[in-house]
């Protein structure tokens, strides 16, 4: 009795170091972008390459999440987590120590294709941990807050880190963590942990062609923010993305073992999940940026004023994440949850579409951010175990690997998207005479309901469309 009491001990501190992992991973997002007028001030970027220590990072990240995942089922998810956590570990290094400009992007690449692999297989690793619904249903909670809460925490985390000593230790703090993570990690996750049953072999060019076709993708994304969804560079890359996957399609119909199994995409939570995230994660990511840019721009907050403004979600994400939603999903199952979820999301986004130029915190802001941290922390969890529930325990590294796909393109999609139509409401109202802050918050008000409209259709795609995992338990073979 007492050594089954010792293993399920074990695994919750197992699962609490995957979590972790994927913090300093999810941190790593937002901690960066509160250094950048250090960084540029001190390694001399222009305003171009300065967006390249964020875009090098999310480049990398967005084309090799799928590639890592399916890396963990092929060759054993412990051994894989354990090489990305030290790749991203030494890279952090390597970014903390640079004095140049190509040294900093080149270690960011390096960074971006660690934190990949740490994410698309942390999240497989602790569905194989806990096989019991009950506890699995309590760890995706945990897990959904990491996720959920830690890019705020970035934020305030990189403002301190920056304003108390110097850039270089918003990557240098992530080398002694990621050490002691990985030394733990080692001693305690299971050896059996994900591993893979046999010899097996990589479909290479499948994961050359998928991996090119996401970060084209994600390549058009950032350049059409930048140089204009129409510009010819922008429509090129988006050409080739389109191209170039069709080419892995057809690679995954004549191979013998492919990269992506083709009936992975029949599961029908797993692709409905990953369309709602597709949804949600354009409307979270346009409530996090552009609500602290209206913050900022229009209300005149300052940095710490911002970061404060958001521990109301932060602290509901907390509750509903590590308590209330694992009770939730466990009396309503995933439909209900991922539904009210979305439109409690949809309601807060609705209320920062009223944006006025007078804002206060408690009229203004506060109620949108209460509804979204809500609405994060009921729905984070049904979708990421709808996603997961019809997939067989050899899948699972790539099942994580596309739903980490989705959340990411999605976001970087929705936030180039919506940003665009913040930008061009906002340059059409100065047009007409409007003054510069007034136009502003116009053009927020529009990115604001774009991305309520987002978060309602995913939810309404959730709960018209995702089936009810009786089979869960006998997850549906992907072969």
Not at 404 to 415: C, E, I, Q, S, V
Request: net charge positive; proline share 3%.
């Amino acid at each position: 009795m007492s050594s089954l009491k010792h293993q399920y001990d074990n695994r919750w501190l197992a699962m609490g170091l995957l979590c972790m992992g994927a913090l300093m991973i999810v941190l790593d997002v937002t901690i960066v972008n509160v250094a950048l007028p250090s960084i540029r001030a001190d390694l001399k970027f222009d305003e171009v390459t300065l967006a390249w220590v964020v875009n090098a990072y999310i480049l990398i990240f967005g084309g090799f999440l799928l590639l890592g995942g399916r890396l963990g089922d092929l060759y054993g998810q412990r051994r894989i987590f354990l090489a990305g956590l030290a790749l991203f570990t030494t890279a952090s290094l390597a970014c903390g120590l640079a004095n140049s400009q190509a040294f900093l992007i080149t270690a960011r690449c390096v960074q971006g294709l660690g934190g990949a692999i740490v994410d698309a297989v942390s999240l497989s690793l602790i569905m194989n941990l806990f096989t019991e619904t009950e506890d699995r249903t309590k760890a995706m909670g945990v897990y959904g807050f990491v996720c959920s809460g830690g890019g705020c925490i970035g934020a305030l985390l990189g403002g301190v880190l920056t304003g108390s000593f110097n850039w270089h230790w918003v990557f240098l703090v992530n080398v002694p963590v990621g050490f002691v993570v990985f030394v733990l990690c080692w001693k305690l996750l299971p050896k059996h942990a994900g591993e893979a049953e046999g010899r097996q072999q990589l479909d290479v060019w499948g994961a050359v062609t998928v991996t090119s076709a996401l970060m084209l993708a994600n390549y058009a994304t950032i350049n059409g923010n930048q140089a204009g969804w129409t510009s010819l560079s922008t429509l090129a890359c988006m050409a080739a993305a389109v191209l170039v996957f069709a080419a892995f399609i057809l690679i995954e119909t004549r191979v013998q073992k492919p990269l992506v199994p083709l009936a992975m995409f029949r599961l029908r939570n797993l692709s409905v999940s990953s369309m709602s995230g597709i949804l949600w994660s354009a409307a979270m990511f346009a409530w996090f940026f552009l609500s602290a840019l209206y913050m900022q721009m229009v209300l005149g907050f300052s940095p710490m004023q911002i970061g404060l403004a958001f521990l109301p979600s932060n602290l509901i994400m907390a509750v509903m994440s590590l308590g209330f939603s694992a009770k939730i999903v466990m009396r309503f199952g995933l439909k209900r949850p991922l539904f009210v979820g979305l439109l409690c999301a949809a309601a807060g986004l609705l209320l920062f579409a009223r944006a006025p130029v007078d804002g206060t915190l408690v009229r203004d802001v506060l109620p949108g951010m209460l509804l979204l941290g809500l609405g994060a922390g009921i729905a984070f969890n049904p979708v990421l175990m709808a996603a997961m529930s019809e997939v067989k325990e050899s899948d699972s590294g790539l099942a994580s690997g596309l739903v980490n796909t989705a959340f990411m393109l999605g976001g970087a999609l929705g936030l180039s998207v919506l940003a665009s139509v913040a930008a061009a409401r906002t340059a059409g109202l100065s047009a007409t005479g409007i003054a510069h802050i007034p136009a502003l918050a116009g053009g927020y008000q529009a990115a604001f309901l774009c991305g309520a409209c987002f978060a309602l259709l995913g939810g309404v795609l959730g709960a018209s469309l995702l089936r009810t995992p009786a089979s869960a338990a006998k997850p549906v073979a992907a072969h």
